[in-house]
């Protein structure tokens, strides 16, 4: 393994210290991602510079030109605030013929888009629940292809964000009210799509061409509230005090039905190289107690610290920490700047 110059893009203010020791928890938890991706970089070897990003490309530039980094390792959930502009900065490095890991700009743009990747799974007759689109400023319309429950959320928000037990909707008076409030919550148009009861899993993939996939995981939801909709809310996703109060965890998915980890591995490709993702992914699943498959949303560029869901699957799948982050670092490398 060649020792490589990594300059590390990561959010303002998330340059990770030398050591986590004597700080708060939430200290830690806001820097986690950056300090363990940065970690195992520099145990791997690796010569690591970090640049925090908010709102100005030209530092980006800058650092490229002194350091001339062999790679660009993209920790960026977004750009001057806004998720969907992380794709620019991904195009920005393509401009530079800078090489970088994670999704590629075209990537980002289909899967970022709940809507428009919706449509684009539906046309290849991948499952995913039906749904219509409320853009801001529009009213509600009813749709007879839709009934109720259904589950309001942003166009392109992720990571459960804006998203409650409130957004599982029994009317149309419900329905009204939250999507007007994701309108002005998100600032985005509003998915209104179809609530699937059942298990939520996820499937972790990594590569460009060549896809390797991992065990199955899923999020245990059954302790929830009686009478809660079993869905990975903002709080069930991020509120370390309410996931210890209904004992919520995720982990590899038991008694799956017989061949069906094969079935959504098969099925995780396809949504992969049908949005045309690259580097690595975690894609989101309802599995209906019947054995229907639906496609929720693939997440490209996931969470990658040590202990969340993706990097925990990669590793039950045999692929550790740190050779999880050099392989990352290597996808990278061979997917070059611009070059498909």
Not at 294 to 300: I, S
Request: aromatic share 6%; charged share 30%.
């Amino acid at each position: 393994m060649k020792r490589r110059r990594i300059l590390a893009l990561v959010p303002e203010g998330q340059i990770p210290p030398d050591s986590v020791e004597g700080l708060s928890d939430q200290q830690v938890l806001d820097v986690k991602m950056e300090y363990d991706v940065v970690t195992a970089l520099q145990n791997l070897g690796h010569e690591v510079q970090c640049l925090d990003v908010r709102y100005d490309l030209t530092p980006i530039r800058e650092a490229v030109e002194s350091s001339k980094p062999h790679i660009v390792f993209n920790m960026l959930e977004e750009f001057h605030g806004i998720a969907a502009f992380d794709q620019n900065v991904v195009a920005y490095l393509e401009l530079l013929r800078q090489a970088y890991t994670g999704c590629n700009p075209r990537g980002l743009v289909l899967a970022r888009d709940k809507a428009l990747a919706k449509k684009i799974l539906t046309y290849h007759r991948i499952p995913t629940p039906r749904f219509a689109v409320v853009p801001r400023g529009r009213k509600v319309k009813t749709h007879k292809r839709l009934t109720f429950p259904l589950i309001v959320k942003s166009t392109i928000q992720d990571a459960s964000a804006g998203i409650s037990q409130a957004s599982i909707v029994a009317n149309l008076e419900q329905l009204e009210k939250r999507v007007a409030f994701v309108h002005e919550s998100t600032e985005s148009d509003a998915l209104v799509e179809e609530y699937i009861e059942g298990r939520e899993l996820y499937l972790a993939v990594l590569g460009n061409v060549r896809l390797q996939t991992f065990p199955i995981w899923e999020i245990q939801l059954d302790t929830l509230p009686e009478g809660a909709p079993r869905i990975a809310t903002e709080k069930v996703k991020f509120d370390a005090e309410y996931q210890k109060k209904h004992k919520i965890q995720t982990g590899p998915a038991k008694d799956l039905p017989e061949g069906m980890a094969e079935r959504i591995a098969k099925v995780g490709k396809r949504i992969y190289k049908r949005l045309g993702l690259s580097g690595y992914a975690r894609i989101d699943l309802r599995l209906r107690e019947s054995g229907e498959i639906y496609v929720l949303e693939a997440n490209p560029n996931p969470d990658l610290s040590m202990d969340e869901d993706f990097a925990l699957a990669c590793e039950a799948g045999g692929l550790k920490y740190e050779p999880l982050v050099q392989r990352i670092v290597t996808l990278g490398e061979r997917w070059r700047a611009g070059i498909r």
